[in-house]
């Protein structure tokens, strides 16, 4: 199995548009590098990829990773979309894949009614193409091609419900993806506020595990924002060590805001975390399991 991180960047990507904190400054100074906002591409046997959420930067993404460009005319390796949640840095990138003939879309029914009755994203996409919607149950097993198969499971969350939709579970889900030629496996948690017993469950014992690393400190937006928590994220700071004791072979933090001062290479938030064994994505990182 590979993996590809196609972004790397919580929503807005770094450097985010209206912002001058100390990352984004250096990012436009030549003096780290940009990254787009969150999502993976999985494969087996590296002619077929599914893609984890659909960013607003995918067409970029995908121009930027030869495995996915087209091998004919409106022939691509992209096999389907499946989604972790509805929240916009998710899934605006949907509409950039009109064009395609049909999409195949992995979704929780929770999902699936959000983007349908509140935000109104699928009904505006299915002007345009064909997309089959297959449903994601938390806690099942799914096949997604030969030798790939993956398992979502209900990530807990108190954010708020912007499209108030009455739906909770599968609101947030993460993805256990396997290989069944190799026995590999694959975390992918780009969203989580707290690591509960059944959340490790699902990840423990991973090749590989992607996790959520939003925010460096719970306050990290200042006194009159929500808090990390409160967007529905771990704070990186305080969970290393409750993150370093899960039975995982390599951690890679995903999704990380631009504030957050683990994206500067000098430091010594990033040290600290290179100390305890674990990596911060950059776009266009690749994993083989």
């Not at 893609?51 to 990773?65: G, K, W």
């Not at 959000?114 to 299915?126: A, H, I, V």
């Not at 780009?190 to 423990?204: G, H, N, S």
Request: charged fraction near 25%; include cysteine; charge should be negative.
């Amino acid at each position: 199995m590979w993996m590809r991180v196609l972004g790397s960047a919580a929503g807005g990507g770094s450097p985010q548009w209206n912002c001058g904190c100390p990352v984004c400054t250096a990012v436009r100074a030549g003096a780290a590098p940009p990254r787009t906002q969150s999502s993976i591409a999985v494969s087996v046997d590296r002619r077929r990829w599914f893609l984890f959420n659909a960013s607003p930067d995918v067409r970029t993404q995908l121009e930027a990773f030869s495995g996915l460009h087209p091998r004919g005319d409106r022939v691509t390796p992209l096999s389907a979309v499946l989604l972790t949640d509805a929240e916009l840095d998710h899934t605006l990138g949907l509409l950039l894949l009109r064009e395609a003939r049909d999409l195949r879309l992995y979704a929780t029914p929770a999902v699936h009614t959000t983007l349908s009755d509140g935000s109104g994203l699928l009904p505006l996409l299915e002007r345009y193409c064909r997309v089959e919607w297959r449903p994601v149950t938390p806690g099942g097993d799914v096949p997604l091609a030969d030798g790939l198969s993956c398992r979502a499971f209900d990530v807990p969350t108190t954010k708020p419900d912007r499209f108030a939709t009455g739906e909770n579970h599968g609101r947030v889900v993460g993805y256990r993806l396997t290989d069944e030629h190799t026995g590999g496996t694959l975390g992918y948690l780009p969203c989580v506020q707290a690591l509960t017993p059944a959340v490790r469950a699902e990840i423990e014992g991973c090749d590989c595990l992607l996790i959520d690393g939003t925010c460096w400190r719970d306050d990290e937006l200042g006194p009159t924002a929500r808090t990390s928590r409160e967007m529905g994220h771990l704070p990186v700071a305080s969970s290393l060590l409750e993150i370093q004791a899960l039975r995982v072979r390599r951690t890679i933090f995903v999704h990380i805001n631009n504030t957050n001062p683990i994206l500067l290479d000098d430091t010594p938030e990033r040290r600290l975390v290179e100390d305890r064994g674990m990596e911060v994505a950059m776009d266009g990182l690749e994993v083989k399991l």
